[in-house]
């Protein structure tokens, strides 16, 4: 049975409607849970939930100190390229937007792999919009094998493909896929979708098991925080994850928490999702999922990376750029949306420290695979 088979047994509707009605006695029942059941944890996202916060993050905290220690990988994203044809209403890279597209050479490519390897990075985010004729599979196994010798994990976030394609990526050198649904929600969906490939719903949604069938050792999904009301994305999110670790036991699973960012187009949130939101999302989901890796982006501000850092994340990226070419020269392309948390890496690599947990550059190396 695929994922699409489970989703369809959970219309967003009956979601919302079960999530609103759950009550307090509910909630400290899912405190009380050592596993949570989907009930528990609908019970954990709901409105009711808010006035358990602080009893929520006190064990989201022990669960990771628990499986994870204290420690917290840092990566970096490195965007080759920000063409793109299609035209998600959200996305600064928008085939409608008037922005400078480029796609880096491949020594522009190594040009900044370099940097950030000088920075101290070992993981890397490689990146692209959905351009094939511009950025096809050649180009971005090429890509990765120009900067394997620099890093000890790559892992992509490019347009879907399917398990062959996956497999040309793994053995040119990446480890890891990361892949967004966006929102849950088709028929919303369909609306924030209104031309290119990415239009197309359950090849997306069903991407990160053609990822896992590939062989793919670590996944990484999520939705997009603001195009939809948070607490039924973030059940969706759950369910979706949970699927992925029964069917896919060797590869690791990660959940990101993208909050929509000011871009290009000008798009503005529809289900705006406040950080007091983001919280209970974050408590929840590590309530839920114990051995997930938990992703938290420059997307936030540092303030507010800084008070998340104990509720379960396990990831954060640090001097991140959007833009192609960014980081070895002053951008003159356009990067996919704005940065909030603008510290140097060294920055966010003290402060973490400074907090009594272990920054980390990597955590994996490609030799565990050596024959």
């Known amino acids: ?190 609306n924030l979708h209104p031309r290119g490939k990415k239009r197309d719903y359950v090849w997306r949604l069903l991407t990160p098991e053609r990822g896992g069938r590939a062989g793919m050792r670590r996944i990484g999904i999520g939705a997009l925080l603001g195009l939809s009301d948070f607490r039924v994305d973030g059940f969706y999110t759950g369910l979706h994850a949970m699927y992925l670790q029964k069917h896919f036991w060797r590869t690791q699973v990660t959940v990101s928490f993208p909050r929509i960012r000011p871009a290009e187009g000008g798009f503005r949130p529809l289900s705006p999702v406040t950080d007091k939101n983001l919280v209970q999302l974050i408590c929840a989901m590590r309530l839920l999922i114990h051995d997930a890796g938990l992703v938290l982006s420059t997307r936030e501000s540092a303030e507010l990376r800084n008070n998340l850092l104990p509720l379960g994340i396990t990831q954060m990226s640090a001097g991140s750029c959007t833009a192609p070419g960014g980081y070895s020269h002053k951008a003159d392309t356009a990067g996919q949306f704005e940065i909030h948390d603008t510290r140097t890496p060294e920055d966010v690599f003290s402060y973490i420290r400074s907090r009594g947990y272990d920054p980390v550059w990597k955590d994996w190396d490609t030799a565990f695979l050596s024959k």
């Open 1 to 190: 049975m695929s994922f699409l088979e489970v989703i369809k047994e959970f219309h967003p509707k009956d979601v919302a409607q079960a999530i609103e009605a759950k009550g307090p006695e509910d909630v400290e029942h899912a405190l009380g849970a050592k596993r949570l059941s989907l009930d528990d944890f609908m019970a954990l996202l709901s409105p009711c939930a808010e006035a358990y916060l602080e009893e929520m993050a006190q064990k989201a905290h022990a669960i990771t100190v628990k499986r994870f220690g204290k420690t917290i990988l840092l990566y970096a994203p490195l965007y080759i390229s920000n063409e793109c044809s299609n035209s998600c209403s959200y996305c600064g890279f928008n085939v409608t937007n008037k922005i400078p597209r480029k796609t880096l050479t491949l020594d522009e490519i190594e040009e900044e792999a370099k940097v950030l390897h000088n920075q101290g990075f070992r993981h890397v985010l490689l990146l692209t919009g959905e351009a094939p004729s511009r950025c096809g599979l050649d180009y971005i196994e090429a890509a990765i094998r120009r900067i394997r010798p620099l890093f000890s994990s790559i892992a992509v976030e490019i347009y879907p493909l399917d398990e062959a394609g996956y497999r040309r990526l793994i053995n040119a050198g990446v480890d890891g896929l990361t892949v967004y649904q966006e929102t849950y929600d088709k028929d919303l969906y369909l």
